[in-house]
């Protein structure tokens, strides 16, 4: 089995900052990208930020130069620090990995989309 667990959401206001962690445990053979999602409520999920195994990284545009994504390959762990913080910011955030998984027996399989069961971001004016 595989999980994906995430830690660091919670309350905090404008202008200030949360570091999200997620840390993937399990029979895990590697992990290409790793990701933070995001969803309002009466929204759709929407990428927030990935990084590659050889960390190369992508942002949506409403948090560049905010948020910084870095990933420690060693623990399999993704890390999301979020600075000056926005109201809008506020979301259920959720981890993803594209990994392929060991099975007994030397057998592998590649989920592209592993998610894990997301924490809260809310940001008060």
């Known amino acids: 089995q595989v999980q994906l667990v995430e830690s660091g959401g919670g309350l905090v206001q404008a202008g200030g900052s949360l570091r999200l962690s997620c840390a993937a445990s399990?029979?895990?053979?590697?992990?290409?990208?790793m990701g933070w999602y995001r969803q309002a409520p009466g929204k759709q999920r929407e990428l927030v930020a990935a990084i590659t195994s050889g960390g190369s990284t992508n942002y949506a545009d409403s948090v560049k130069g905010r948020f910084t994504i870095s990933r420690d390959n060693a623990k399999n762990t993704v890390y999301l620090q979020m600075n000056s913080l926005k109201p809008e910011d506020t979301a259920v955030y959720y981890c993803?990995?594209?990994?392929?998984?060991?099975?007994?027996?030397?057998?592998?399989?590649?989920?592209?989309?592993?998610w894990g069961q997301g924490t809260q971001v809310t940001v008060s004016s």
């Open positions: 993803n990995a594209d990994l392929t998984r060991r099975f007994a027996g030397g057998t592998y399989y590649r989920e592209k989309d592993y």
């Open positions: 399990g029979s895990i053979f590697s992990i290409n990208t």
